[in-house]
Nanobody, 124 residues
Framework: QLRIVESGGGLVQSGGSLRLSCAAS????????IGWFRQAPGKEREGVSC????????DYADSVKGRFTISRDNAKNTAYLQMNSLKPEDTAIYYC?????????????????WGQGTQVTVSS
């Protein structure tokens, strides 16, 4: 059974850092691209970052470029999102998702398997 579990969220002051983790099981991790998404209250879910199945390619939303870094450890079936220089507008529930293709994408419609999310709150 496919399972995706996010962790690492919390409350942090503006300018601070957090590292989110995405642990997965029940599918062939090495063949799946991974994406991070977020949804703020009253807003649509948006793509934040993605990483290809091999880890060789990444992509970022303009709003997080230069501040967030995505990575994956295929030996541990885990992906990470390092978030630095956090801003209050980064406050949202962050979701990890898996895509049954090798290529990177930050479109929500390209992903069929989702975790439950982890809350990130950035105070000003």
């Amino acid at each position: 059974q496919l399972r995706i579990v996010e962790s690492g969220g919390g409350l942090v002051q503006s300018g601070g850092s957090l590292r989110l983790s995405c642990a997965a099981s029940g599918f062939l991790w090495d063949y799946f691209a991974i994406g991070w998404f977020r949804q703020a209250p009253g807003k649509e879910r948006e793509g934040v970052s993605c990483i290809s199945s091999s880890g060789s390619r990444t992509d970022y939303a303009d709003s997080v470029k230069g501040r967030f870094t995505i990575s994956r450890d295929n030996a541990k079936n885990t992906a990470y999102l390092q978030m630095n220089s956090l801003k209050p507008e980064d406050t949202a529930i962050y979701y990890c998702a898996a895509r049954q293709f090798s290529g990177c994408s930050i479109r929500t419609t390209d992903f069929g398997s989702w975790g439950q999310g982890t809350q990130v709150t950035v105070s000003s």
